[in-house]
């Protein structure tokens, strides 16, 4: 069955940089299109980066909002992917949710990681 464990986030200042990661089990993330939502109070869950299926690479997209700041990444090996997040802003707080939309059809989420910016 498929299991998604977030981990990574906390508290940051403006500018300040955060790994996040997700563990997978269940299935292959390099055989997998994965993707990182956030959702922030009040708002509804937005795609923030994805990478396409590939198991020596992927295509990555990002929302415009984290582009050139954010960068997704997959560790094979460990069966988990990142985002790093870079000069963060108060605006990219939220919680941050990886899945893999063919494999839960976006059924089942896992806890989820908060991220919160502020000074």
């Known amino acids: 069955q498929v299991q998604l464990v977030e981990s990574g986030g906390g508290l940051v200042e403006p500018g300040g940089s955060l790994r996040l990661s997700c563990a997978a089990s269940g299935f292959t993330v390099s055989a997998a299109f994965m993707a990182w939502y956030r959702q922030a109070p009040g708002k509804e869950r937005e795609l923030i980066a994805s990478?396409?299926?590939?198991?020596?690479?992927?295509?990555?997209n990002y929302a415009d909002s984290v582009e050139g700041r954010f960068t997704i990444s997959r560790d094979k090996n460990k069966n988990t992917i990142y985002l790093q997040m870079n000069s963060l802003k108060p605006e990219d707080a939220g919680r941050y949710y990886c899945?893999?939309?063919?494999?839960?059809?976006?059924?089942?989420w896992g806890q989820g990681t908060q991220v919160t910016v502020s000074s």
């Open positions: 990478v396409t299926r590939g198991t020596f690479g992927g295509n990555a």
């Open positions: 899945n893999a939309p063919t494999r839960t059809a976006l059924r089942y």
